[in-house]
Each structure stands twice: as C-alpha cells, then as structure tokens.
C-alpha cells in the first residue's frame, strides 16, 4: 500500500515538474511558489536528490538585492492566475510578486543536507545557498521587526501562506477598498467559489498590492506604512526554526559568524514568542501590531509554533490543545477550531486540514518528545490521501477534497511521512 502511495505521489509530482522548478498544481498556479517548493523539494529529496538543490536553488536565484525572496516567482506568462506580473510591477527581469512567504528554505536545506549521501557534493550546494537562506533572515528582522522585538509581522494575508484565515479579519478591516483598479479573478474559474475567500477578501488583498507598488516596493517603507500589520505565531516559528537549522549548517561548514547570528536571530525569536502565548485558549495566538491587540483566534497558525521547540510545557499543552480538536473532527489538524462560530470546513484556511502544516506541526512535536500525537497526525494524514486523493486541502470533518487537484506539495508530504 506505501508504496504505491509513494508511487502516486511521485507521479504528481512529475507531472508538475517544470524541470527547475515544480508548479504548485496545473490551472490554479501556474507559477513557482515560495513555501510550496521548499516543501516539495523534501519530497524530490529521496527519489531525486539533485532536483531536490535544484527547486530550492531556483527559487534562491530570484531572491531580491535586499535580501526577500519573493512569495511567487512568474517564471512564464501565463493569464490563468490573478494578480500576475502586470499587477505587481516589482520590476525584477524575471518577474515576482512583491511580498514573502513563510522561510522553509532553511528547514529544507538541512533535511537535504542531513539525508545526502554525496556530503561532498551537498556541501558545495550548500555553501552557494546558506549566505542566501541567511541574508533572507537577516531581512526579516530587519525589515519587520523594526523595533526590534524579536518577532516579524507580515504585511499582507499572502505572506502567512495562509491568505483567509480568521486571524486577519479584523487586521483586514484597516484595510480599505476604495480607489482599486477594477480586476477579474481567476481562481475562481479553477476551484470552487465556495472554497475560496470571497470577493471583499480579494479587493483587500489587491489594495495592499496597490498600495505597497505605489512606494516602489521599498522595504524599508513597506512595514510602517502598511495598515495591515500582523505578527503570526506560526510564521515566526518557522524563521525561529530556519534559524536554528542555518546555524547548525552554517558550523558544519565551518563559518562561525554566521552560526552566531543565527543562533541569536533563533533565540530572540523564541523567547519573543512567549509574548503570542495565549491562556484562555491553551495555545499561541496572532497579535494584531497595528491594533497592538492579541487576538482570540483559535487558528492552526498557534500551534504550528510548535516547529520552533518551544518549552515542553507550551509543546504539552499544545498536545492538550490538539487532543481537543480531535474531539471536533475526524482529520487533525484542522485550520481553524470548529468550535468557533467563524469555523468554515470547506473554506480554504477558515477550517479545512492542509498536509504540508500537518507535517510542520508533527515534525515540531518529535522535537519535543510528543511523539504519540506527531504519530496521530500523520497517520490522519495518510488516511486523507487514501480517502481522497492528493488534494490541496480537505474538509476536517467529512475528509473530502478541496480546493485544486494532484497538488504537488500534498504528495511532497506523502513522500516524506511514508519514506
Ligand atoms: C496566493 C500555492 C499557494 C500557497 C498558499 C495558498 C495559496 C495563493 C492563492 O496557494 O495561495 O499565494 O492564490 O490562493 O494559500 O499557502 O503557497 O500553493
């Protein structure tokens, strides 16, 4: 049964090969994403170890002169995805958006490092990309965390990866609509509306890009002027832990400096992230830096904090936490808590269970020694595949399919939990 799981999951990820990079899933994106193939390459990693480095090098060969790398890189055109590079206008020569995604590439860089067999060849590959993965760090904390609090904030619900979760409503709500050139979407022609975010979503999401292209991308400006300022447990938990996984490369390689700075983003990080720990609801939640609010959002985002080795305390009663969703659907670990008025089980990150957070969460919780949980997840997990094939994502409670078809990071994951 594995196997032919493993084989499947190869073949969809095959078949969204476009040899340098792969394409999250035919139609729906077209492009190459930024967390997606850093995700996927740990998939390629045991069938293909050199177009494993190859996904993470292209992604790397169109980071920014200040350091970003960009959330979508638009390798060819292509009019079936909106906003594209007309939208953007970011200026690159290869074209990308003008914003980021969460920082995987580190986590991947040791994962492929680690499973090598070729160490020599690894590490050639890996001096050309740890300056790169570091410098991307360093423009974090650089450029969104201004006042140097140890936790970054994204200025757009696309940076999180997790573009309609509850956790930026209310930050949404800063965010007007007025003024926005008129536009057509086009995910909607590929998914179904109803699990999709909806159209006032939309007309935000295209006034913060408005807005940040009208100062010319200007990192250094983007952070304060954006009305939409939000600090995500589990995008800063991912850094804090591309962080750590950076300065353990970066020794091997034997550049000391750039461990330490590592080492200290890493450490900031986590104890900054005590800041997010939320008492009434027994995980991490959002804080709203705009507002200077922490939320009430019980979303997955808090406990995907969970890759960052948190203390085992805040890793227990993350378990507790999860044990409880459980209680509330069959598919763990579901986006948002269906125990919530604002609980959507079909609507993209308002409820729905997505693979590649499940396997960030469980590869967190065998850090901290919660193997029996991390174990639960990922056997859920596979039951989903079985149930439904390898979709983007699946309603917790019935299992069904959503959102796009032979989803290219979907099947990463099934690699990565049965290899
Ligand atoms: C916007 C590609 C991406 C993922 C995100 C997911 C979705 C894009 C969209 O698809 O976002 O970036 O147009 O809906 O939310 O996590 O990286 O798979």
């Known amino acids: 049964m594995s196997q032919a799981l493993i084989d499947q999951a190869c073949k969809v990820m095959e078949g969204n090969d476009r040899g340098s990079y792969t394409v999250p899933t035919h139609g729906l994106y077209p492009f190459q994403w930024n967390w997606d193939s850093a995700l996927s390459a740990l998939g390629f990693s045991h069938f293909d170890m050199d177009r494993a480095w190859v996904e993470v090098e292209t992604l790397m060969a169109h980071q920014w002169e200040d350091g970003m790398v960009p959330h979508i890189v638009f390798h060819e055109p292509d009019d079936g995805y909106f906003p594209g590079p007309d939208v953007w206008q970011t200026g690159q020569s290869v074209p990308t958006t ?70 930026w409503d209310e930050g949404l709500d800063a965010v007007p609509t007025e003024g926005i050139a008129p536009f057509t979407r086009r995910d909607t022609t590929h998914a179904n509306p109803d699990h999709r975010p909806t159209d006032d979503q939309y007309q935000r999401y295209i006034w913060l890009v408005e807005h940040f292209r009208g100062l010319r991308w200007d990192n250094t400006k983007l952070h304060d002027a954006s009305p939409f300022r939000l600090v995500d447990p589990g995008f800063n938990a991912i850094l804090i832990r591309s962080c750590d996984d950076v300065a353990e490369l970066a020794e091997i390689l034997g ?85 919530d008025d604002a609980f959507d089980s079909k609507r993209y990150w308002r409820g729905p269970t997505w693979l590649v957070v499940n396997y960030m969460i469980a590869e967190g919780l065998i850090q901290s020694g919660q193997e029996a949980m991390a174990q639960r997840i990922l056997a859920g997990s596979l039951r989903l595949i079985e149930k439904s094939g390898f979709a983007e994502y699946y309603d917790p409670i019935s299992g069904e399919p959503c959102g796009g078809g032979d989803f290219t990071w979907t099947a990463a994951m099934v690699i990565e939990i049965l290899k």
């Open 255 to 339: 550049v000391p400096a750039m461990a330490s700075e590592a080492r200290e983003m890493a450490t900031k990080g986590r104890e900054a992230l005590e800041s997010l720990w939320n008492a009434n609801l027994g995980q991490y939640t959002c804080y709203n830096r705009a507002a200077g609010i922490l939320q009430d959002t019980p979303t997955v985002g808090g406990l995907l904090a969970a890759i960052a080795q948190v203390p085992p305390e805040r890793a227990e009663a993350l378990v507790r936490r999860i044990a409880l969703l459980s209680e509330r659907c069959d598919y763990l670990v579901p986006s948002h808590d269906p125990a």
């Open 98 to 167: 003008g914003i980021t995604q969460p920082a995987v590439a580190g986590l991947a860089l040791r994962k492929l490092y680690n499973r090598a067999e070729d160490k020599a060849a690894a590490r050639t590959r890996l001096v050309e990309l740890l300056p790169k993965v570091h410098v991307w760090h360093q423009w974090f904390y650089r450029n969104r965390d201004p006042e140097n609090t140890g936790l970054v904030a994204i200025i757009h619900p696309w940076e999180s990866g997790r573009d309609n979760s509850v956790d």
